[in-house]
């Protein structure tokens, strides 16, 4: 089974700053793909930027970017220009590119997540 | 607006009971899925479902059941209701059998058991 791991609990940032979350994962599949999601106290889980791992580019997303590492099987997450309203959760994901007959891995991996806290 | 609804928002049960929640989604979404998040923890999934009559356990699927009798809804039920259960639920699901993969959660119902 694959894990996902941050190890960062909570981070904290100055506003207009860059802060970069880490996450790695443990995986012995070659495709996948690989997510952050943030979740502000509203509870509501918001798509931040994905990853294929069979594309070698890093993922960008306006202030968002990735730092996609496959042989380290790891997966950071680089905001910049910090904004107040970037205070969340963050949780960075797995999921396996299945084969058609393999119904069981469709579903997202989560990491612990970071705490990031954004000081004005 | 389109989406994934899942109701109640917010609930207090008591130890012992059972109650059900419930999911639905409108956008014709084969796959769905129930994750359970613990404070200051990530989800972990306790059921999915890959279709209409179709349902598979996932990492923490005790004490509770599912079922897909349309593709639309996919209602978690709590038998016997413990402390342990305190969570909040989220509902998801996803499209793209092949490609890149959109999922879609919903707000999630904060559940105490006490």
């Known amino acids: 089974a694959q894990t996902v791991t941050q190890s960062q609990p909570e981070m904290s940032v100055q506003e207009a700053e860059t802060v970069t979350l880490s996450c790695t994962y443990d995986?012995?599949?070659?495709?996948?793909?690989l997510f952050w999601y943030k979740q502000p106290p509203s509870r509501q889980m918001i798509l931040v930027i994905r990853?294929?791992?069979?594309?070698?580019q890093n993922a960008t997303e306006n202030r968002f970017s990735v730092n996609f590492q496959k042989a380290a099987k790891s997966f950071s997450l680089k905001i910049s220009d910090s904004q107040l309203g970037d205070a969340a959760m963050y949780f960075c994901?797995?999921?396996?590119?299945?084969?058609?007959?393999?119904?069981?891995?469709?579903?997202?991996?989560f990491g612990s997540g970071t705490r990031l806290q954004v000081q004005p | 607006n389109a989406g994934v609804t899942q109701t109640p928002k917010f609930h207090i049960l008591k130890i012992g009971q059972s109650m059900t929640l419930q999911c639905t989604q409108d956008?014709?979404?084969?796959?769905m899925y129930w994750y359970r998040q613990d404070p200051g923890m990530g989800l972990k999934l306790i059921y999915y479902?890959?279709?209409?009559?179709?349902?598979d356990k996932g990492e923490v699927p005790n004490g509770y059941n599912v079922s897909r009798s349309t593709t639309e809804d996919f209602p978690l039920r709590l038998e016997l209701a413990a402390p342990s259960q305190t969570s909040v639920y989220f509902c998801?699901?996803?499209?793209?059998?092949?490609?890149?993969?959109?999922?879609?959660f919903g707000s999630g119902t904060r559940l105490t058991v006490v």
């Open positions: 479902s890959v279709g209409a009559g179709i349902t």
């Open positions: 956008m014709n979404h084969n796959y």
């Open positions: 990853q294929e791992a069979y594309k070698q």
């Open positions: 994901a797995y999921r396996s590119a299945f084969g058609p007959r393999d119904t069981g891995r469709r579903a997202l991996t």
């Open positions: 995986t012995s599949e070659s495709d996948y793909y």
């Open positions: 998801a699901s996803s499209d793209v059998d092949r490609g890149f993969p959109g999922y879609t």
